[in-house]
């Protein structure tokens, strides 16, 4: 057990006293603070689980999905306990406050959350600034893009976040997928995210004709087979680098909470099953011919190695870290090293997708 997971367990209790929002500010504060208190901010080094996506070099594929560091304040605090990589937003052009709250809720019972914060964040300008100030300094940080709940024109949103971010991304990840922007999913529909991927190339090409990042699409776990295959159509038409699988769902399993009947995107545990399908329907759909990011319900390095075996070339979290945390991003990377080796492979790459085999 890793010394942030001992020192989270015994203040636990004492964090789930407070709301969810309250919690979650003070995690972020706390990252803030290590480097003071002599924490390492150094990204971990490639080892056995070192694993290339899109052009990148990522030392294990365990990363933060988007969401915890929506301003880009701890980016390195997050790298220095063990994560590969990082996400930080989604940030959107012009801050906004969110929906009303509450909107954040832990289902305690079930190990999940329901969210509906609708894109709160500080604004590009505040975020540029953080992303200029570490821009030297290593790690593989990704800038997830969105757009504001007011704007007139979304496209143009994204294609204006992508001029101010591609300089300081390791790799765009365009989110069209939350469920708390009323029309954003509309996005996903074929002719609407031909229009958007096309204006995201056409800026990023502007202002970076060469060693320009990849850009990654976040897509929702509540889509039908023809919306899957269009999605993994465009992909491969517009060569992204990767697509993420998934974001929160609208969908409900059985729960036992109490805020079951919150509205808003539910994650953590039970979304673990959709997510996990999910992930094998754009496999499937996109021939193995593109990178694939497992993002829901991942909480242990065997809930990760299923998402690897099931063709995932990396994996995120978020919703675990609320139940065991900041310390589980390097025990799931080293626990993949020990299912790595028990299974027989020399690498990850080695066993993406190798669940039917």
């Given at each position: ?70 301003d880009?304040?701890?980016?390195d ?28 809720f ?41 757009a ?61 004709p ?9 897509v929702a776990?509540?889509?039908?087979p ?36 919150e509205?808003?995107?539910l ?28 993002v ?45 080796k ?16």
């Open positions: 057990m890793t010394l942030p997971t001992k020192m989270f367990d015994l203040i636990r209790p004492a964090l789930f006293t407070l709301d969810p929002e309250t919690g979650h500010r003070l995690a972020v504060r706390s990252l803030r603070a290590m480097p003071s208190r002599g924490a390492s901010s150094s990204p971990p080094q490639p080892g056995a689980t070192k694993v290339s996506v899109a052009g990148l070099d990522f030392p294990n594929p365990v990363g933060v999905a988007a969401g915890f560091d929506k880009a304040e701890v980016p605090a997050l790298l220095g306990l063990g994560f590969g990589f990082t996400e930080v937003g989604s940030i959107t052009p012009k801050p906004q406050a969110g929906n009303p709250k509450p909107r954040l832990r289902l305690t019972e079930d190990k999940g959350v329901i969210n509906r914060m609708g894109f709160n964040n500080s604004g590009a300008a505040v975020a540029l600034e953080r992303l200029k100030a570490r821009a030297s300094r290593p790690g593989i940080v990704g800038i997830n893009i969105g504001n709940k007011d704007a007139e024109d979304r496209i143009a949103d994204y294609a204006e976040m992508t001029r101010l971010m591609a300089p300081y991304a390791s790799y765009l990840a365009v989110n069209v997928s939350s469920p708390n922007t009323p029309g954003l999913r509309a996005l996903q529909d074929e002719g609407a995210l031909t229009a958007l991927i096309d204006g995201v190339i056409a800026a990023r090409n502007l202002v970076m060469a060693n320009a990042p990849p850009i990654f699409l976040k776990p509540d889509l039908e023809a919306d899957i295959d269009a999605i993994a159509r465009i992909a491969l038409d517009k060569k992204l680098g990767a697509l993420i699988v998934s974001n929160t769902t609208i969908s409900r399993p059985p729960l036992r909470s109490r805020h079951a009947d509205t808003g995107g994650s953590g545990a039970p979304l673990r099953e959709l997510a996990q399908q999910r992930l094998r329907d754009f496999r499937k759909a996109t021939g193995g011919q593109i990178p694939l990011i497992g829901g319900g991942i909480a242990s390095a065997e809930h990760a190695w299923a998402r690897i075996r099931a063709g995932a070339s990396l994996v995120q979290l978020y919703s675990a870290m609320v139940y065991h945390g900041p310390g589980l991003g390097a025990q799931i990377a080293s626990g993949l090293e020990r299912l790595m028990r299974d027989g492979f020399a690498s990850i790459a080695e066993a993406v997708g190798t669940e039917s085999d």
